[in-house]
């Protein structure tokens, strides 16, 4: 079992910065894939980027590449997201997602779906 906590979100003007982070319960949180996600209203849930259990690689969606770092501290058992260069529309609720190693192909990690644990959301909103 594993327990996310999302922290680091809030209001910031368009240009600015923040870092999300996502702490993890649970002595296994090296074996899991980790990746954001978010939900803005009125849309579907989305990946934004994700990192493999060894932090060996990282997949960004084409809306957020060269703005956001994923990356991870597996011995603080946490997830951070950095995110530079906001826009408006990068406003959501971001979620952390975990994701025990499966049989498949690597597209499956792109697909919420597949993800075992989630954080409970944490609101991010970026002004004009």
């Known amino acids: 079992q594993v327990q996310l906590v999302e922290s680091g979100g809030g209001l910031v003007q368009a240009g600015g910065s923040l870092r999300l982070s996502c702490a993890a319960s649970g002595r296994t949180f090296s074996n899991y894939r980790m990746s954001w996600f978010r939900q803005a209203s009125g849309k579907d849930r989305e990946l934004v980027a994700t990192i493999s259990a060894s932090a060996g690689g990282t997949y960004y969606a084409n809306s957020v590449k060269g703005r956001f770092t994923i990356s991870r501290d597996n011995a603080k058992n946490t997830v951070y997201l950095q995110m530079n260069s906001l826009k408006p529309e990068d406003t959501a609720v971001y979620y952390c997602?975990?994701?025990?190693?499966?049989?498949?192909?690597?597209?499956?990690?792109?697909?919420?779906?597949?993800?075992?644990?989630w954080g409970q959301g944490t609101q991010v909103t970026v002004s004009s």
């Open positions: 997602a975990a994701r025990a190693p499966k049989p498949g192909p690597s597209t499956l990690v792109l697909n919420q779906g597949s993800y075992d644990y």
